[in-house]
Protein backbone atom coordinates (compact mmCIF):
# COMPACT_ATOMS: atom_id res chain seq x y z
CA UNK A 1 0.00 0.00 0.00
CA UNK A 2 2.91 2.29 0.96
CA UNK A 3 4.31 1.77 -2.87
CA UNK A 4 1.04 2.29 -4.50
CA UNK A 5 1.03 5.63 -2.51
CA UNK A 6 4.78 6.97 -3.59
CA UNK A 7 3.68 5.39 -7.60
CA UNK A 8 4.31 7.90 -9.95
CA UNK A 9 1.49 6.98 -12.38
CA UNK A 10 -0.91 9.09 -12.53
CA UNK A 11 -4.13 6.79 -11.96
CA UNK A 12 -4.05 4.42 -8.65
CA UNK A 13 -6.71 1.58 -8.22
CA UNK A 14 -7.15 0.17 -4.77
CA UNK A 15 -8.81 -2.83 -3.56
CA UNK A 16 -9.57 -2.44 0.14
CA UNK A 17 -11.67 -4.90 2.64
CA UNK A 18 -12.70 -3.95 5.80
CA UNK A 19 -12.18 -5.42 9.12
CA UNK A 20 -15.13 -8.23 9.14
CA UNK A 21 -15.08 -11.80 8.53
CA UNK A 22 -13.77 -13.19 5.72
CA UNK A 23 -16.04 -15.96 4.10
CA UNK A 24 -13.85 -16.53 1.35
CA UNK A 25 -11.22 -14.37 -0.88
CA UNK A 26 -12.71 -10.82 -1.66
CA UNK A 27 -10.26 -9.81 -4.23
CA UNK A 28 -12.20 -10.72 -8.08
CA UNK A 29 -10.18 -12.14 -10.69
CA UNK A 30 -10.63 -9.74 -13.30
CA UNK A 31 -8.62 -7.63 -10.29
CA UNK A 32 -5.06 -9.41 -11.10
CA UNK A 33 -6.05 -9.49 -15.11
CA UNK A 34 -6.61 -5.20 -14.92
CA UNK A 35 -3.47 -4.99 -13.33
CA UNK A 36 -1.36 -6.96 -16.29
CA UNK A 37 -3.59 -5.05 -18.82
CA UNK A 38 -2.99 -1.60 -17.75
CA UNK A 39 1.06 -2.30 -16.43
CA UNK A 40 2.52 1.21 -16.66
CA UNK A 41 -0.01 3.15 -16.99
CA UNK A 42 -2.28 2.65 -13.33
CA UNK A 43 -1.04 1.21 -10.13
CA UNK A 44 -2.85 -1.57 -8.57
CA UNK A 45 -2.87 -2.50 -4.85
CA UNK A 46 -4.11 -4.68 -2.20
CA UNK A 47 -5.23 -3.72 1.40
CA UNK A 48 -7.13 -6.63 3.22
CA UNK A 49 -8.44 -5.85 6.78
CA UNK A 50 -10.63 -8.42 6.84
CA UNK A 51 -9.96 -11.61 9.32
CA UNK A 52 -11.20 -15.24 9.06
CA UNK A 53 -14.27 -16.22 10.42
CA UNK A 54 -13.13 -18.72 12.76
CA UNK A 55 -10.32 -16.65 14.26
CA UNK A 56 -13.47 -13.81 15.56
CA UNK A 57 -16.31 -16.68 16.13
CA UNK A 58 -17.94 -14.54 13.33
CA UNK A 59 -21.01 -16.45 11.65
CA UNK A 60 -23.86 -13.52 10.91
CA UNK A 61 -24.19 -11.79 7.49
CA UNK A 62 -23.98 -8.69 8.97
CA UNK A 63 -20.37 -9.41 10.46
CA UNK A 64 -18.90 -10.31 6.70
CA UNK A 65 -16.07 -8.33 4.98
CA UNK A 66 -17.20 -5.84 2.49
CA UNK A 67 -14.66 -4.90 -0.33
CA UNK A 68 -15.01 -1.89 -2.27
CA UNK A 69 -12.17 -0.25 -5.23
CA UNK A 70 -11.47 3.28 -4.94
CA UNK A 71 -9.61 5.48 -7.61
CA UNK A 72 -7.09 7.77 -6.90
CA UNK A 73 -5.47 10.72 -9.23
CA UNK A 74 -4.12 13.77 -8.63
CA UNK A 75 -7.34 15.60 -9.19
CA UNK A 76 -10.04 13.45 -7.77
CA UNK A 77 -10.42 10.07 -5.57
CA UNK A 78 -13.81 7.90 -6.70
CA UNK A 79 -15.14 5.01 -5.21
CA UNK A 80 -15.92 2.61 -7.59
CA UNK A 81 -19.38 1.90 -8.13
CA UNK A 82 -21.36 4.96 -6.67
CA UNK A 83 -22.38 5.68 -10.30
CA UNK A 84 -24.64 4.45 -13.09
CA UNK A 85 -23.14 1.78 -14.87
CA UNK A 86 -19.92 0.97 -12.86
CA UNK A 87 -20.42 -2.61 -12.24
CA UNK A 88 -17.70 -4.81 -10.59
CA UNK A 89 -17.03 -6.89 -13.94
CA UNK A 90 -13.82 -6.72 -16.17
CA UNK A 91 -15.30 -4.90 -19.04
CA UNK A 92 -17.23 -1.74 -17.34
CA UNK A 93 -13.70 -1.59 -15.06
CA UNK A 94 -11.75 -2.02 -17.81
CA UNK A 95 -13.55 0.65 -19.89
CA UNK A 96 -13.74 3.37 -16.78
CA UNK A 97 -9.75 2.99 -16.96
CA UNK A 98 -9.03 2.90 -20.29
CA UNK A 99 -11.52 6.55 -20.52
CA UNK A 100 -9.09 7.40 -17.40
CA UNK A 101 -5.85 6.68 -19.52
CA UNK A 102 -5.80 7.01 -23.00
CA UNK A 103 -2.94 5.13 -25.49
CA UNK A 104 -2.24 7.46 -28.77
CA UNK A 105 -3.30 4.33 -29.78
CA UNK A 106 -6.70 4.02 -28.65
CA UNK A 107 -7.06 7.46 -30.01
CA UNK A 108 -6.00 6.46 -33.78
CA UNK A 109 -8.37 3.47 -34.07
CA UNK A 110 -10.98 5.48 -32.31
CA UNK A 111 -10.30 8.42 -34.84
CA UNK A 112 -9.92 5.17 -37.63
CA UNK A 113 -13.31 3.65 -37.22
CA UNK A 114 -14.75 7.43 -37.19
CA UNK A 115 -13.43 8.00 -40.61
CA UNK A 116 -14.25 4.57 -41.86
CA UNK A 117 -17.89 4.66 -40.38
CA UNK A 118 -18.07 8.28 -42.04
CA UNK A 119 -17.05 7.08 -45.55
CA UNK A 120 -20.00 4.38 -45.45
CA UNK A 121 -22.46 7.00 -45.61
CA UNK A 122 -21.08 7.88 -49.57
CA UNK A 123 -22.98 5.01 -50.43
CA UNK A 124 -26.07 6.17 -49.73
CA UNK A 125 -25.86 9.95 -50.45
CA UNK A 126 -24.08 9.57 -53.66
CA UNK A 127 -26.15 9.26 -57.04
CA UNK A 128 -24.88 6.94 -59.83
CA UNK A 129 -25.07 3.16 -60.02
CA UNK A 130 -23.99 0.48 -57.40
CA UNK A 131 -20.45 0.39 -58.81
CA UNK A 132 -19.88 3.83 -58.35
CA UNK A 133 -20.87 4.24 -54.95
CA UNK A 134 -19.05 1.49 -54.16
CA UNK A 135 -15.77 3.20 -56.15
CA UNK A 136 -16.67 6.27 -54.31
CA UNK A 137 -16.64 4.79 -50.77
CA UNK A 138 -13.40 2.95 -51.11
CA UNK A 139 -12.01 6.01 -52.33
CA UNK A 140 -13.01 8.16 -49.68
CA UNK A 141 -11.79 5.40 -47.13
CA UNK A 142 -8.50 4.69 -48.74
CA UNK A 143 -8.08 9.22 -48.74
CA UNK A 144 -9.31 9.57 -45.43
CA UNK A 145 -7.07 6.57 -43.88
CA UNK A 146 -4.07 8.17 -45.80
CA UNK A 147 -4.47 11.65 -44.32
CA UNK A 148 -4.86 10.35 -40.80
CA UNK A 149 -1.87 8.10 -41.18
CA UNK A 150 0.27 11.14 -42.47
CA UNK A 151 -1.05 13.36 -39.81
CA UNK A 152 -0.73 10.65 -36.93
CA UNK A 153 3.00 9.81 -37.08
CA UNK A 154 3.92 13.64 -36.54
CA UNK A 155 1.30 15.27 -34.22
CA UNK A 156 2.62 11.97 -31.77
CA UNK A 157 6.52 13.25 -32.55
CA UNK A 158 4.93 16.77 -31.37
CA UNK A 159 3.56 15.82 -28.31
CA UNK A 160 6.95 13.85 -27.05
CA UNK A 161 8.62 17.10 -27.59
CA UNK A 162 9.47 18.08 -23.27
CA UNK A 163 8.13 22.03 -24.13
CA UNK A 164 5.09 20.54 -24.45
CA UNK A 165 4.30 18.50 -21.71
CA UNK A 166 2.98 21.01 -19.57
CA UNK A 167 -0.02 21.37 -21.53
CA UNK A 168 -0.36 18.08 -22.29
CA UNK A 169 -0.21 17.52 -18.31
CA UNK A 170 -2.59 19.89 -17.93
CA UNK A 171 -4.88 18.99 -20.90
CA UNK A 172 -5.06 15.10 -19.33
CA UNK A 173 -5.94 16.94 -16.09
CA UNK A 174 -9.26 18.49 -17.46
CA UNK A 175 -9.51 15.51 -19.48
CA UNK A 176 -9.63 12.97 -15.80
CA UNK A 177 -12.04 15.48 -13.91
CA UNK A 178 -14.30 15.05 -17.07
CA UNK A 179 -14.30 11.41 -17.36
CA UNK A 180 -15.58 11.47 -13.51
CA UNK A 181 -18.53 13.14 -14.24
CA UNK A 182 -21.67 12.29 -14.20
CA UNK A 183 -22.30 12.53 -18.08
CA UNK A 184 -19.40 10.34 -18.99
CA UNK A 185 -20.41 7.76 -16.56
CA UNK A 186 -23.61 7.47 -18.63
CA UNK A 187 -22.00 7.62 -21.70
CA UNK A 188 -19.92 4.40 -20.59
CA UNK A 189 -22.71 3.01 -19.28
CA UNK A 190 -24.68 3.02 -22.63
CA UNK A 191 -21.66 1.90 -24.40
CA UNK A 192 -21.25 -1.43 -22.30
CA UNK A 193 -25.05 -2.00 -22.70
CA UNK A 194 -25.03 -1.90 -26.35
CA UNK A 195 -21.80 -3.73 -26.56
CA UNK A 196 -24.42 -6.57 -25.87
CA UNK A 197 -27.07 -6.41 -28.46
CA UNK A 198 -24.58 -5.62 -31.63
CA UNK A 199 -27.46 -6.33 -33.86
CA UNK A 200 -29.45 -3.82 -32.38
CA UNK A 201 -26.70 -1.25 -32.87
CA UNK A 202 -26.42 -2.45 -36.45
CA UNK A 203 -30.34 -2.45 -37.86
CA UNK A 204 -30.30 1.03 -35.40
CA UNK A 205 -27.18 2.43 -38.00
CA UNK A 206 -28.66 0.89 -41.63
CA UNK A 207 -32.03 2.55 -40.53
CA UNK A 208 -30.46 6.19 -39.87
CA UNK A 209 -28.46 5.84 -43.12
CA UNK A 210 -32.09 4.84 -44.85
CA UNK A 211 -33.68 8.31 -43.29
CA UNK A 212 -30.82 10.52 -44.10
CA UNK A 213 -30.44 9.19 -47.59
CA UNK A 214 -34.62 9.75 -48.14
CA UNK A 215 -34.30 13.35 -46.51
CA UNK A 216 -31.02 13.99 -48.67
CA UNK A 217 -32.97 13.02 -51.90
CA UNK A 218 -35.98 15.33 -51.03
CA UNK A 219 -33.99 18.39 -50.41
CA UNK A 220 -32.01 17.93 -53.38
CA UNK A 221 -35.61 17.00 -55.37
CA UNK A 222 -36.85 20.43 -53.62
CA UNK A 223 -33.83 22.44 -54.40
CA UNK A 224 -34.36 21.28 -57.96
CA UNK A 225 -37.61 21.99 -58.32
CA UNK A 226 -37.79 25.08 -57.05
CA UNK A 227 -34.44 26.15 -59.28
CA UNK A 228 -37.12 25.33 -62.37
CA UNK A 229 -39.80 27.20 -60.70
CA UNK A 230 -37.35 30.59 -60.80
CA UNK A 231 -36.28 29.95 -64.12
CA UNK A 232 -39.94 29.65 -65.60
CA UNK A 233 -41.36 32.83 -65.64
CA UNK A 234 -37.48 34.03 -67.37
CA UNK A 235 -38.43 31.50 -70.15
CA UNK A 236 -41.64 32.61 -70.48
CA UNK A 237 -40.76 36.43 -70.59
CA UNK A 238 -37.75 35.55 -73.41
CA UNK A 239 -40.12 34.01 -75.75
CA UNK A 240 -42.94 36.78 -74.84
CA UNK A 241 -40.08 39.30 -76.39
CA UNK A 242 -38.85 37.42 -79.21
CA UNK A 243 -42.81 37.64 -80.54
Not at 47 to 69: E, F, G, Y
Request: proline share 4%.
Amino acid sequence: HDQWEADKDPVKVLHHSDNGCRIKSLIPAFFSALAVQFIGKVSFAVRDNSQSCKDRNLRTPSDKAKSVIMIKTPEFTHIYGSRKGEQFQHQALKLFLTTLTPTSNDLFILALMFINYSCIFEIFLSNGNLARRVFRTLWFMAKGNFLLCSVWLPLVSVFQISQLKPLLTTFMSYYRRMMNTEGAAVLRHDVLLLSRYPLLVFCTVVIGILVLTYLDRQYKLGLITHHQDEQQPLVNVAITSTR
